[in-house]
């Protein structure tokens, strides 16, 4: 509140001239931020919330006497809160239009009190008191806030607010401040992420200046600067050196430069430019002008270095090409494909010189660069406005965002000098020159030279293109010989392996050149020519490409012929050959969604499925490949299935190639989410395999893919028994341990499946996997933690195994990772609870004993996800059958939150939101308190679902809620009767009894009512 | 005029047929509408009975440029010659017939043997680095003056002529070419261009057995 606050107040109120927040979206999120912390204070901190303030906080509120509740006292001049503190004022206190309030507790109830217009509270609130926590905490302690260290001390603090003040408050207090500097961190974290974004800070060009200055600091006559150093070491993830908050305000880093002729000058980089500061520690103090760069600001304090610098102008001037090549790493891939063109193209032209002249010098190439002065070269001229490498937007493709195998661009390694450059080099320089100039007889022997160089050693691959081959090579497909182009080809299709030829290909729109052969009716061309693509299509914009100019219809044409003839002719050959590298191509193509589409769209499926029939591994592998690629899309799943090749994909599960087995298990495991498919899979005896594929345990790639296989089979229980034959659960148990995190979600998925079954239980009790799957409950991965959970849940069904995970502590730990920020984690956990908590011996007990623990799930009926509210409607209805701790649940106003969730349409949160209703009911007044909060106008409505479980639960909460005469009433008026006459018909014991029951009740009170008018 | 066609029409066949017992590669109907475009080619009608001169260097290197893209000098000096087996100044129409099966049908094997023996420029079963040096003199025009085009020219042979020597004993013999072929293809026509193109053949086929096609 304290720093962050005032100081990102005041930045936007100096730009709207007036004391008062400006609307703009940074404030906007400040104070929903501080809003949600107030809101949740008292129900998270009661203690800290009961502490009375220093001095109350006083603002003009819009809110009238009239929207405050009984629980004031309302007068005719004032409101007041029945609270007092030790000297009898009350701890909220409303004059209109003023108000008054001394506790958390008070400004908690307040915002909730102004409804809609809290906002517009708080808002006024921190307009009116600028300086909340001197206010709450009084002055010395927020002086201690005050101090820039004060949040790397946090424990002597502690010890000072102790002496300072005696007694359990200063405790409190102490506490409350620590809270209160939290909120200060986050909002300023939150102010940073937001700046980040908006604000032009450039840390890297400052970084880059300074690398250079330090270039300066060389001993000797020559040098022109003492030294140069930066204040700090810490590098802060967006590039800056300045603490957060002071990168608030806009500020990069602090320098101490000693200059040769002057005295030591303390510098402040800002994103507005660099000035002068007041020394270490008063870097905000601006002592000098702003110049746009180092370079000016000692320009004009040091004569010295003015003069000399301009003399060593070209010797910074070489700065090594690296450095750029550094900048960009983390810029997204578009981006990066377009400032390395522009690097290659500075390069090029080096070449294009280095030509000429045959002979190239360093004096000739610095020449070229002399128009520009320095400083500008680098960038930093513009002042501002120049987004920080880190924060380019996300990029704008439509492809999906969870690409495989996507690569990573690589710095490059290039050699320092020419001495450095191997022979290679120049014997490929030669090459490419004869490629430009000779005829076409000139030109086949040429790439035939060419390709006798290793052309998978990354040192020719550069060469290549660092000669200009690429365009020659590229520009060869464009022609009508059929030997150039192939030939061309087999050197493309090898030197496309490496990351940087594949970019600089299509960069030079090569891809599009490419593709045109692939309607040649040269078999050997088209083959080789879809081979280049599978390579060159190894990253997202070349992809994109690919579709874009109606590569994938090209490459599914390719796929035409058939593979599985006893006797192929030479020519059927050549096309099985065709097929097999147009696979390839679109192999690669396929890790794009849009792709996928494209490929489905063009028929590939059912090309892809007769080719399925291969005998050949090489052809096998791509096809399968693709298909298990393009999986993750149902429409592919469902064409897998009805296409029929689930036979052949479970074949070729046996086939010995660990690649071929890979893919295919990995085909089932995406389409086994399909019922008939695991139908299917069994069917043609696919298990077997996949639990023989269990023992290649060295292979993780291929673990992970048949133990995806098995969990995803195993959905279906007659698989289950299946796979008992083969003893699969015991194998699977043994890869519990010493697993990588992919292997162990699939194989804990499995034996959560597996424990449905009650004998599998006592099997992973007895196999020790009890003990696993807890310690597994530990850990941070979360698709592992919601199977974990989930298996857990399963396991636990099983009293001795309750028993087990008891006494390991599990429940605390599955009850913690309510607690996880993800939503299917927190669900699954809350499953699992139910589970816990139904079969555990002293269940009510065992709950007690988690402290905090009713707290954090009644809190959770606040999230905005179903599943997670159903699931937690679920557990509480298990947790409330005890009665103690369903009193502790009505204290942290259960009531409440279960009614605000009654409006809801899921069937599943309905169904296990009545669950809780009902169970809730058993204590205290809470019957009619849900009557009061309404909810059961609501659970009426329930009735009329389509969904039968619905009505059972609906019926027995409606039963119990019927024992509170006005209930009945809202009942009745709401039509409860017929529903449930009808109901009362029902097969299910319990909802026929509860319907009846319920009606009983309502026949009771009406009787009842008709008794006492009789003898009225 | 009719007898004379009949006799004619008669004529080819039975040429045809003896042709095409010894060219495996086309069928008779196939030799037959060969003939028929050799005579076309040709140009004056030939009389029955009397020799045929056949194709002449002239008219043989017209069709070569025109119909097969053939169109180096030195290349469609050697392909006449290796057409014109008798050696006797003109293509007969079984020497047209039988060079034609290996420009249109011929095998790998067929056409390795046919270019060496192209390339074989003084017919002693080698080709030496100078005939080399012969056949692609020219193969580098893009170079600005003569002694940088002679050094390029040197050059490549020299590399190709290394990379084909499989035996390293300073010469390229028939087997060296041949292994050099198999290992890559793209060396079949490594010192010029003698044999017709994809589409050259296609286009060609298309031509003259138009009417089988049918």
């Known amino acids: 509140m304290g720093l962050s606050l005032t100081r990102a107040a005041q930045w936007t109120t100096a730009a709207s001239g007036v004391d008062k927040l400006a609307p703009t979206p940074m404030n906007e999120s400040l104070l929903k931020e501080v809003l949600c912390f107030v809101e949740q204070f008292s129900s998270q901190h009661p203690q800290e919330a009961e502490l009375v303030f220093e001095e109350p906080l006083q603002w003009s509120t819009t809110l009238v006497a009239s929207d405050f509740k009984t629980d004031y006292d309302i007068s005719d001049l004032d409101v007041q809160s029945p609270e007092k503190d030790n000297e009898g004022r009350p701890l909220l206190q409303l004059f209109p239009p003023t108000v008054c309030v001394r506790s958390f507790s008070q400004l908690s109830k307040l915002v909730k009190l102004a409804d809609n217009k809290k906002m517009e509270e708080v808002q006024a609130c921190l307009e009116e008191n600028r300086d909340p926590v001197v206010k709450i905490l009084g002055p010395s302690l927020d002086s201690i806030l005050e101090k820039e260290d004060a949040h790397t001390d946090g424990l002597s603090l502690v010890d000072e607010g102790k002496e300072e003040d005696q007694g359990k408050e200063s405790d409190v207090k102490v506490k409350l401040f620590l809270l209160l500097q939290d909120l200060d961190k986050q909002l300023l974290s939150k102010c940073l992420k937001a700046m980040d974004g908006r604000v032009g800070l450039d840390p890297d060009a400052v970084r880059n200046e300074v690398e250079m200055l330090k270039r300066y600091c060389s001993e000797g006559e020559k040098r022109v600067l003492k030294s140069v150093r930066y204040t700090s070491d810490y590098v802060f993830s967006n590039g800056c050196r300045a603490p957060p908050w002071r990168q608030v305000l806009n500020e990069i880093c602090y320098l101490v430069i000693e200059p040769c002729d002057t005295e030591t000058l303390y510098i402040t980089c800002s994103t507005a430019g660099v000035f002068l500061n007041g020394g270490i520690n008063r870097e905000g103090e601006q002592t000098s002008d702003v110049f746009e760069d180092i370079g000016a600001l000692l320009k004009s304090t040091s004569p010295h270095f003015a003069q000399n610098a301009n003399e060593q102008d070209f010797e910074a001037q070489e700065l090594p090409p690296t450095q750029k090549t550094q900048h960009v790493e983390s810029v997204d891939a578009e981006e990066q494909g377009q400032l390395q063109r522009s690097d290659e193209q500075q390069e090029k032209n080096v070449h294009e010189k280095a030509k000429q002249q045959h002979a190239p010098n360093k004096a000739h190439d610095r020449k070229k660069y002399e128009p520009c002065p320095r400083w500008k070269n680098l960038g930093l001229v513009s002042p501002c406005g120049k987004t920080p490498a880190g924060s380019v937007p996300v990029d704008t493709f439509s492809e999906s965002s969870s690409e495989s195998e996507e690569e990573e661009e690589q710095s490059e390694r290039r050699p320092e000098s020419d001495t450095d450059l191997p022979s290679e080099y120049w014997q490929i320089q030669k090459l490419v020159k004869y490629l430009k100039v000779g005829d076409q007889t000139a030109t086949v022997l040429t790439l035939c030279a060419i390709m006798d160089f290793n052309l998978m050693q990354e040192t020719c691959q550069l060469a290549i293109r660092d000669v200009g081959g690429l365009e020659v090579l590229i520009n060869l497909l464009d022609t009508d010989e059929v030997q150039c182009k192939i030939g061309s080809l087999k050197i493309l299709r090898k030197i496309s392996h490496n990351v940087h030829i594949r970019r600089a290909i299509v960069d030079m729109g090569g891809l599009q050149s490419i593709m045109k052969n692939l309607d040649s009716p040269v078999k050997d061309l088209k083959a080789l020519d879809a081979e280049t693509i599978a390579n060159v299509a190894r990253f997202r914009r070349a992809r994109r490409t690919v579709r874009q100019y109606g590569g994938i219809k090209k490459l599914v044409k390719l796929l035409d012929c058939v593979p599985n003839l006893a006797n192929l002719t030479a020519e059927q050959e050549k096309d099985v050959e065709v097929a097999r590298c147009g696979t390839l191509a679109l192999w690669s193509c396929s890790k794009s969604t849009n792709n996928k589409e494209a490929i489905r769209k063009a028929g590939g499926v059912f090309m892809l499925g007769r080719l399925l029939k291969s005998p050949h591994e090489n052809m096998l592998i791509p096809v399968v490949g693709t298909l298990q690629e393009c999986a993750s899309e149902e429409k592919y799943r469902i064409a897998i299935q009805t296409e029929g090749m689930i036979k052949d994909l479970v074949k070729n599960l046996s086939r010995d190639n660990d690649e071929l087995q890979m893919h295919c298990a990995n085909a089932i495991f995406k389409c086994a989410q399909d019922k008939q498919t695991r139908y299917l899979v069994r069917q043609y005896k696919g298990l077997q395999p996949l639990v023989s594929l269990l023992s290649k345990a060295h292979n993780k790639q291929l673990l992970a893919a048949a133990t995806g296989a098995i969990w995803k089979c195993s959905i279906s229980v007659e698989n289950v028994t299946k796979f008992q034959e083969y003893k699969a659960l015991e194998t699977l148990l043994r890869l519990l341990t010493d697993q990588p995190e992919e292997v162990l979600v699939n194989v804990v998925g499995a034996v959560g499946e597996f424990a449905q079954i009650p004998d599998n239980k006592a099997t992973i009790r007895n196999c020790g996997g009890i003990r696993s799957l807890v310690n597994l409950l530990t850990g941070t991965n979360q698709a592992l933690l919601v199977n974990v959970t989930k298996a857990v849940g399963a396991c636990a069904t099983d009293m001795d195994n309750m028993i087990i995970i008891d006494k390991l502590d599990g429940v605390r730990l599955v009850w913690s990772l309510l607690k996880n920020p993800c939503a299917d984690v927190q669900s699954s956990a809350a499953w699992a609870l139910c589970q816990c908590i139904e079969n555990a011996k002293d269940a009510g007990e065992m709950v007690r004993s988690l402290v905090g623990g009713l707290e954090l799930i009644v809190n959770l009926l606040k999230s905005t996800n179903n599943e997670v509210l159903a699931s937690i409607c679920a557990a509480i209805a298990k947790i409330a059958r005890n009665e103690e701790n369903l009193a502790v649940l009505t204290d942290h106003g259960v009531v409440q939150l279960l009614t605000k969730l009654t409006n809801t349409t899921d069937d599943r949160l309905r169904r296990h939101l009545a669950e809780a209703v009902g169970h809730c009911c058993m204590w205290g007044s809470n019957r009619a308190s849900f009557g009061d909060a309404g909810a059961v106008a609501p659970l009426v409505h329930y009735l009329k679902s389509k969904d039968k479980a619905v009505h059972k639960t609906t019926a027995m909460a409606l039963y119990q809620l019927s024992r509170d005469p006005n209930n009945c009433i809202t009942m009745h008026d709401r039509g409860v009767v017929k529903p449930l006459i009808y109901h009362m018909g029902s097969d299910d014991e319990m909802l026929l009894e509860a319907a009846a029951g319920c009606v009983r009740n309502i026949r009771l009170l009406a009787q009842e009512n008709r008794k006492a008018k009789l003898f009225h | ?214």
Not at chain 2, 11 to 32: M, W
Request: glycine share 6%; charged share 35%; net charge negative.
């Open chain 2, 1 to 214: 005029m009719s007898n004379m066609s009949a006799m004619k029409k008669r004529l080819i066949k039975t040429l045809a047929e003896s042709i095409s017992g010894q060219v495996e590669l086309f069928n008779t109907a196939e030799v037959e509408c060969l003939i028929r475009d050799y005579n076309e080619r040709l140009g004056e009608p030939t009389s029955p009975g009397k020799g045929a001169p056949g194709l002449d260097r002239v008219k043989f290197r017209s069709i070569l440029q025109n119909t097969f893209g053939i169109s180096d000098d030195i290349m469609m000096d050697r392909v006449f010659r290796k057409f014109d087996k008798d050696n006797d100044s003109s293509v007969s129409t079984k020497e047209w017939i039988e060079g034609l099966s290996i420009f249109l049908r011929g095998s790998l094997d067929d056409k390795i043997k046919f270019c060496f023996r192209v390339y074989d420029l003084n017919d002693d079963t080698l080709v030496s680095m100078e005939e080399m040096y012969h056949m692609l003199k020219n193969c580098l025009p893009g170079l600005p003056t003569k002694e940088e085009r002679d050094e390029g020219v040197k050059d490549l042979v020299e590399i190709t002529f290394k990379k084909m020597d499989r035996d390293h004993d300073g010469r390229l013999s028939f087997s060296d070419f041949e292994q050099s072929v198999k290992e890559e293809n793209l060396l079949l026509e490594a010192f010029g261009t003698c044999l017709p193109n994809f589409k050259r053949v296609e286009a060609f086929e298309q031509r003259v057995f138009r009417e089988l096609q049918k």
